[in-house]
């Protein structure tokens, strides 16, 4: 059928693809074409269809309408095998590794070289080291165990998978940088631009624009359910206009304005170490600011976090909170003297899956809606119902079980929570990673209320663009100390990324942050 | 810990990481230490021997487990355990004895038959914990006390006494000076090391036990291979009733309920040899000897049998909980 008559034939070409789960419409006629040797971006909303899309092109769910065309040949049904033998590889998006197993075993998972039934193992050894520094500029050991290695080189490792085999012709890379610190993401765009110079084509899937326009040459958008459009040669011009694609209007502001009112200590550390990741933390959060600190994986800033919600211990230092000395042992411990977590994955370590939205809520304050030990359901449900409301969350069915909420509803489930238990001090970990844009904007809005209501926020987080949008003051981590404390309005996100990454000396300390620019807009979606 | 911090601050805690991971080792160290010291024959060619020879089951069965641990992933109560491999070698045992002496079958008879039994214990295993989906610990557990159930009725909780020459020659026969059933075990460690360690199935199979979504997107369908384990673990079951047989010259009631113990803590007790720290062939043959060795060498210092008891069930709480404080530590 498809001759090939130029280079640009595409490479996978689906058409009216349809899908439908009950009660929603996930794939409403959509379409992808992806040229061979390209790398093709894929963004759009949470819930706009990009994970369903890959799931049917890996035979993970049947589509109920359309046509799939891969390499020229037209599958009528899609199974993982078939796809396999038409060169189509995935680098999914959480990390699919056994820690106790090397590099050249992971590499091999799955197709292993063996003759007469053992193992080659030299000959896997070999070829996985060449494999990884030759084609990902990777320079490992073989025999060294996956759980000896970084973030990055474990994604390196899973895309040498996917490659190895050198059949690829097409990779979907699913959000592969999520797990990753700003300067490991480096890697894999070299992964990938070598990948393009080797003729085989990337279909590229990211909520970071500035990673879609770094290394795609051209990028569908999707939106409830269907591609509305497609944009090529790409710069930064762009992100304007996949955003307006991705949220069919323009939206205003990513970043809330404020004018902070600070008043007295709230939180205060002086000295503060673990003995290992983290030493000599001095911090300072107000009532009515919002404090980030920032950091690369492994500079301590999880930990330090973690430690102030009293699920690590300290081994130095103090913390005062509201002006006193507090050791603080559990989250438990730390609720009771008014600071709560909010932690970093919210689906697993925030919300009880199985229990109903109001039971959610109202989880860390049931004293508050019980009499003599037992629940008052009305008192519980009313106070839910505000927040649903106040939140916006949808679907507005507090009776509903937690996991049946998408995860940006179910991440204001967890904001929710703490609204209600009016802490003084909220410690964030992440609050946005996973989520899309609207849902982003919303819960800074959230944020900001939280922090004009007289509670002090100290935000954690790996997004520059974030911590510049959302707080008034900076700290930067750099190997578990404080290297710098920065001002909103005193540096650009480039400057913060390279402080994080330790590429600049320090500035002079920022010290107070009184009132931060205002409107940092949704053009700095970036990292 | 001033003192200490100026030697090294690092001192305290690799000092801390290589008790936790070496714990049992050096524990068992001391302890064989101990019982050379204590007892003169403890380290004569005799004892060292018969220990050997008393391991032998032990590790065959153990290496059954092992498979099991391996595909199930090594978390003990959410993964892989499968504990009615001694209740199948009890079974197999009734089967080959039964056979032999009662029924006037050959050996090879006698042994395709316990084989087929031991390897039927494990299809159910299969059908409890892949397709029914209990966790395996519960349902081997209660696969264990059935087996043993039926084997108190099936030999009506009596001896069977064999004569069978070829099990005397296993018995009796030194070849190298070595005896046989110690023979078997390094046979049977040869093959399991070739089929865990150096097999394209060994290798997946402990995808699938370390990460089953892993081993799927890698396209290994976990399933089956979970399912050989438990099939894997039957002939292991069988393999070891021959050793058994033929040390006890038949079958005798209870032998079930010290292999399970010192089966658990072999296997155990092994992972702490290897780099990964996880179950491997080696280690656990190494774990069953030193299991046979202290269980020996107690009896030389006339402990009283039912302390070493106790004694093992302490032993096993050590090893799992270090296991477990190493994990903790990890996440």
Known sequence: MAQPSSGREPVLEMTNISKAFPGVQALDDAGLSIRQGEVHGLVGENGAGKSTIIKILAGVYHRDAGRIVVDGSALDEVTSRAVHEHGVRFVHQELHLVPHMTVAESVFMGHELSRAG???????????????????GADLDGETLIRDLGSAERKLIQIARALVDEGARLVVFDEP?????????????????????????????????????????????????????????????????????????????????????????????????????????????????????????????????????????????????????????????????????????????????????????????????ARHGWILRDAADQRARRMVERLDIRPQAVERPAQLFSGGNQQKLVLARWL??????????????????????????????????????????????????????????VRGRIVATVRRDEVGIDELIALVTGSEEAPADGGTGAGGSPATDVEEEAR | ?????????????????????????????????????????????????????????????????????????????????????????????????????????????????????AVLVGAINVLLVTVIGLTSILSTLAMYATVVGVVRVYTANRRITVDDPTMLFVRDARPLGIPMPVWVMFAAAVAFWLLLHRSAFGMRLQAVGGNQEAAATSGIRPRPYIAASFLIAGVAAATAAVVLVARGSGSSPGIDERL????????????????????TVPGVMLGAILVALMSNGLILIRVDNSWIDGFKGVLILIVVAAAALQNRRRA
């Not at chain 1, 051209?218 to 040669?233: E, H, I, K, P, W």
């Not at chain 2, 019982?35 to 153990?62: E, G, H, K, M, Y």
Request: net charge negative; proline share 3%; glycine share 10%.
């Open chain 1, 420 to 477: 209600v238990a009016a802490a003084d001090v909220l410690l964030f970990d992440e609050p946005t990673v996973g989520v899309d844009i609207g849902a982003k904007a919303e819960i800074y809005e959230l944020m900001t209320e939280m922090a004009d209501r007289g509670a002090g926020l100290l935000v954690a987080s790996n997004d520059a663009a974030e911590l510049l949008g959302v707080c008034d003051r900076v700290v930067v981590l």
């Open chain 1, 118 to 136: 053992l193992i080659r193992r030299r000959e896997m050894r070999r070829r996985a080291e060449t494999f990884l520094s030759e084609r990902l």
């Open chain 2, 1 to 117: 810990m001033s003192a200490l911090s100026r030697v090294g601050p690092d001192l305290v805690p690799a000092a801390r990481r290589v008790l936790l991971k070496r714990g049992p080792l050096l524990l068992f160290g001391a302890l064989l230490l101990y019982l050379s010291v204590a007892s003169s024959a403890f380290l004569s060619t005799a004892n060292l021997l018969s220990s050997l020879t008393q391991a032998a089951p032990i590790a065959i069965v153990a290496f059954g487990l092992a498979v099991v641990v391996r595909g199930g992933g090594d978390d003990v109560v959410a993964g892989g355990i499968d504990l009615s491999i001694p209740a199948s070698a009890a079974l197999a045992t009734a089967v080959i004895s039964d056979q032999l002496a009662n029924q006037g079958a050959g050996v090879l008879r006698a042994l395709i038959l316990a084989t087929a039994a």
């Open chain 2, 260 to 279: 399970l113990v010192d089966m658990v803590l072999a296997t155990f007790v092994g992972s702490a040899f290897s780099r990964r720290n996880v179950v």
């Open chain 1, 177 to 369: 940088t999520a797990p990753l610190a700003a300067g490991e993401i480096e890697r894999v765009f070299s992964a990938v631009d070598r990948l393009r110079e080797h003729g085989v084509a990337s279909l590229y899937v990211s909520h970071y624009l500035a990673e879609i326009t770094r290394l795609c040459d051209r990028v569908t958008v999707f939106r409830n359910g269907t591609d509305v459009g497609s944009l090529a040669d790409l710069d930064e011009q762009d992100h304007r206009e996949m955003i307006r694609l991705m949220v069919g209007r323009e939206l205003g502001q990513l970043f809330p304005d404020r004018r902070p009112e600070r008043g007295e200590v709230v939180l205060a550390t002086s000295g503060l170490g673990d003995g290992a990741t983290f030493s000599d933390v001095d911090l300072e959060v107000r009532r009515g600011e919002i404090v980030g600190v920032a950091g690369l994986l492994g500079s301590g800033r999880e930990e330090l976090i973690d430690s102030l919600a009293g699920l690590r211990r300290s081994r130095s230092g103090h913390v005062e909170l509201g002006g006193q000395r507090a050791r603080v042992r559990s989250p438990a411990d730390a609720l009771d003297r008014g600071m709560a977590l909010v932690p970093r994955d919210r689906r697993n370590d925030g919300l009880v899956l199985a229990m109903s939205a109001t039971d959610n809520i109202n989880l860390a304050t049931l004293p508050d809606v």
